[in-house]
């Protein structure tokens, strides 16, 4: 069976792309598509046999400022041919959904969200445009126009599409509600490693709180700096991106920040913390289970991905409004619990690695059948 895999974009590292490692196992020899590849930014990508880059390749800003073109994304996956693959497998929160195959090709849609500028997080983005170069004038002319014509296709793109899998609840019910089509959930995969060389039963000792993720608006971050200025207890936060700076100012004493970090030293400091902090919507929230799969439990914003992965009072607490008021709230109520260490890690359990690949390949078997 030959089998092709297609991602929106090979430049950065994250929880989609712990997805594409885990597919490569299971497809080793299948190639990779993608709209634009930067190999200094995702060297984890190496080791597909061959990727494959569209049009978007040979811009000079396309690899590291894809956010200034979505109105050229239709355009790159529509350009693959696709012909000699019996099985096509796409992995999008964008526009490799899209592409396009012959009838007698089966194609799997493993959906991370319906594009979000699109659809859930329409608003959010037109609040906050691309800023890069000095575009948001022309980005704001151009943008609502291009939404439109961006729209349809999102759904014509939606139907092409044999099957359709959903990363989390929240998302099959955007898929629903934007897309009108069923999806079946397998959760993502998320590294177990981090639970090894961890101490049970140390949860008094631990001394900070912990925040791992990109440093971006819709992260919320600046929410959790907020409120832990108030709150004076250490918050340790691992990431980086553009609001990196403007954090920085805002964040208390109390605050320190650690940028980009190995795995070596996130298991050092998930092994001393007391909660991961999780002030985001995310659609399915990997960091969370990961946190979880190390012994720590999760205070997060109850929304989205996190009312799958967090059992409130069993492995974390959760905080109802997006605002620093309600996170303080949770944290002080989290000051007075405790959690057992069996209990976060059975569940991250759900999560794991070996789970995905099998559920994932049996859905291809179940698919094939039906088609």
Known sequence: MKVAIVYDRVNKWGGAERVLLALHEIFPKAPLYTSVYDSEKAPWAKVFPVIKTSFLQKLPFAKSNHELLPFLMPLAFESFDLSRFDLVISVTSEAAKGVRTKPATMHICYLLTPTRYLWSGKSFYFKNPPSKFGFIPFFGVISKPFVRYLKRWDVK???????????????????????????????????????????PGRQKKRKYYLIVNRLIPYKKVDLAIRAFNRLKYPLYIVGSGSEEAKLKEIAGSNIKFFGQVDDIKLKELYSGAKALIMPQEEDFGIVAAEAQSAGVPVVAYKKGGALDTVTPGITGVFFDKQE?????KAVRKFEKMRFSYKNLTENAKRFSKKRFKKQFVDFVKNARISK
């Open 324 to 328: 620093s008021r309600s996170l303080i």
């Open 157 to 199: 793109a939606s139907e092409r599409p044999d099957k359709l899998i959903a990363i989390s609840t929240e998302v099959k019910n955007r898929i629903k509600r934007y897309y009108k089509r069923e999806s079946e959930i397998i959760f993502p995969p998320v590294d177990m490693t981090f639970a090894a060389g961890h101490v």
